[in-house]
């Protein structure tokens, strides 16, 4: 090797050093990004079908579907997120009552078997609600010291929804012209790859409508069937924000399936308490069939993701990126996994086309390998 050849590697080695060091020092900015190239082609889906299958122009498409986007914003900041403020109050203004009637169910169900008298201890209705009241004058002396941390987090809230309109606007930019930053990444690469650049991005974008559609399944099979199951089915109280709860609650994996538990939890002990013995298996039962047999059945061929895999790399984003990036850990995993088989896997192993499959034998795993 020539002293030309070392040091035209070694300063390729600095220029990556340095963008990856970038590229971590941006990283918030950089998902900010991630998150409205997600909003624009979801925008871009029923801009594309009004502008293809309908035949209207670009820019009325545009139009509807930018007004579309606006307008459900406003739907869930109008409509949706007053109703779970409110239906929030009313969950703490009946929690002492929920106390109470739990407390007293203790004491019947205790009561009504010799056995479980023996194995439950006493519970003193007068005492239970002398310290019930005690807790919450604990409880109002801890909110009246919060008030400054609680006022502190408005200027969390106001820079986030600062981040949200930048989101908004870039993802508006993106939609408007979106050829213009496709066009830019062939003037990085030979002419001979400008096929393949643009075959990579369809695939890219292909990946992310797939997300989003599995995305809008999985949010309106859960919302319906808490709704219906839930609410008509089994009566339970504030069924509308719990089951809107529900269903965006999908947005983060594996966890999310239980934070609705929460507030089912508290409604429905507030309301009877016995129902809560039949509404937290019948709200399990829904998640296990949709995240396992409906929504899978759909969108497997499209989102085959494993599920170990995704959840360490959701932990990974949490870590990396904070609660944005345990949002966005299905779309980014997604989207890595596309540029590796794209990139790595098909262009410079060679492998495109290629059908790998293990077989468990006694002895261990073979392999069979198809072209």
């Known amino acids: 090797m020539n002293y030309r050849e070392f040091f035209r590697r070694l300063i390729l080695i600095l220029v990556l050093a340095v963008a990856l060091y970038g590229m971590w020092y941006l990283r918030q900015t950089l998902l900010l990004g991630f998150t409205a190239v997600i909003l624009s082609v979801a925008m871009s889906i029923p801009a594309n079908t009004l502008q293809t299958r309908w035949h209207w122009p670009r820019r009325w498409a545009l139009l509807v579907a930018i007004l579309g986007a606006v307008l459900l914003l406003l739907l869930v900041a109008l409509v949706i997120v007053p109703t779970i403020v409110r239906e929030t109050i009313a969950l703490f203004a009946q929690a002492p009552q929920a106390v109470n009637t739990a407390a007293q169910y203790y004491q019947l169900l205790r009561e009504s078997n010799e056995r479980l008298m023996e194995a439950l201890p006493a519970l003193e209705i007068e005492t239970f609600v002398s310290n019930q009241q005690t807790m919450m004058d604990t409880a109002v002396s801890v909110l009246n010291a919060g008030i400054p941390i609680v006022l502190q987090g408005f200027g969390v809230i106001a820079s986030s929804l600062a981040n949200l309109a930048i989101v908004i606007f870039m993802s508006i930019f993106f939609l408007i012209d979106p050829t213009s930053y496709i066009r830019a990444t062939f003037f990085l690469v030979p002419r001979p790859y400008h096929q393949r650049i643009l075959t990579i991005w369809n695939e890219l974008s292909k990946t992310l409508r797939s997300w989003l559609s599995a995305l809008l399944i999985s949010i309106s099979i859960t919302s319906v069937l808490v709704w219906l199951i839930l609410g008509v089915g089994l009566g339970m109280p504030n069924v509308m924000s719990v089951a809107v709860f529900a269903g965006f609650a999908t947005l983060i994996p594996n966890v999310g399936v239980f934070l609705p538990l929460i507030p089912i939890t508290i409604f429905t002990l ?26 899978p059945s759909v969108v497997k061929a499209e989102m085959d993701i494993p599920s170990g895999g995704l959840l360490l790399f959701q932990v990974m984003a949490g870590i990396l990126f904070g609660a944005l990036g345990v949002l966005l850990s299905v779309p980014l995993l997604a989207v890595i996994i596309a540029l590796v088989r794209e990139v790595y896997s098909y262009d410079v192993l060679g492998l495109r086309g290629l059908h790998v499959r293990l077989l468990q034998t006694a002895q261990g795993w073979t392999l069979e390998e198809e072209e």
């Open 270 to 295: 507030a309301d009877d308490p016995t129902r809560l013995i039949w509404v937290a298996p019948a709200y399990l039962l829904i998640q296990f069939v949709e995240s396992n047999i409906l929504t």
